[in-house]
């Protein structure tokens, strides 16, 4: 995971030149929701639903930090037990575009201005990864067989129910950008895939050999502040 981030940043300085004339270096903010999939030792899903806010700011047109607050429910089932984790997390962000790499021209304005939609749209396809924090409020229905199966295997029932864990996100997503000005769009409709790994195995209140993951697939929009018209 580690090596993964270190090499986004590593692309990301590489390609800083890009389309830097004429770039205003907005901030934007943006909200959205969607479905949460849960992927945890109680493995068969109970699609649910989260919220997200967003703000990001802009280092060149296609690189962003930023911080994501995500608030939403996990749930699962299996083995005759079930849990239900009402959770909020929380990350720092990094994300790059594609068309940091696309060779695009020195002159954003030019570029913003006469670029096709298909091409606007390829140039903001991103990756991206970070790091934060999930605060659980996990209710849980273990069976007493499941329950001596797991300790019998190494494993325990978690009593710590509403801890704090630290966790890695990863992004994929795409930004497609409308309300176009002289130095960049106004608007964005996000389409997002956030895949959230932890680093205990305390999700769904069973302890186990393998980190418990998430998955949340979103829809949002965003809105440039501070962006010159």
């Not at 994501?68 to 984790?85: A, I, P, Q, V, W």
Request: net charge neutral.
């Amino acid at each position: 995971m580690r090596k993964t981030i270190f090499s986004l940043l590593l692309l990301s300085v590489g390609g800083f030149g890009v389309a830097q004339a004429q770039f205003s270096r907005p901030l934007s903010v943006g909200i959205g929701g969607g479905t949460t999939i849960n992927l945890t030792d109680l493995a068969n899903v109970e699609p649910q639903f989260a919220g997200h806010l967003d703000v990001d700011g802009l280092i060149t047109p296609f690189i962003s930090v930023g911080v994501h607050g995500e608030r939403g429910t996990l749930k699962g089932h299996g083995y005759e037990s079930d849990f239900k984790n009402k959770f909020w997390a929380f990350n720092a962000n990094a994300k790059v575009r594609m068309g940091q790499f696309m060779g695009l021209p020195d002159n954003y304005s030019y570029y913003n201005l006469q670029a096709s939609s298909f091409n606007k749209i390829l140039a903001n396809v991103y990756v991206g990864a970070g790091a934060g924090f999930i605060k659980n409020d996990i209710e849980a229905n273990i069976s007493s067989l499941y329950r001596t199966y797991i300790e019998e295997n190494g494993g325990q029932i978690s009593t710590e129910l509403n801890g704090m864990n630290f966790i890695v996100p990863i992004n994929v997503g795409v930004d497609i950008p409308f309300g176009r000005t002289l130095y960049g769009p106004q608007w964005a409709v996000n389409i997002n895939y956030q895949h959230t790994v932890t680093t205990k195995d305390n999700l769904d209140a069973v302890v186990n050999k393998k980190d418990d993951h998430y998955g949340y697939i979103s829809l949002g929009l965003k809105y440039a502040l501070f962006n010159r018209k």
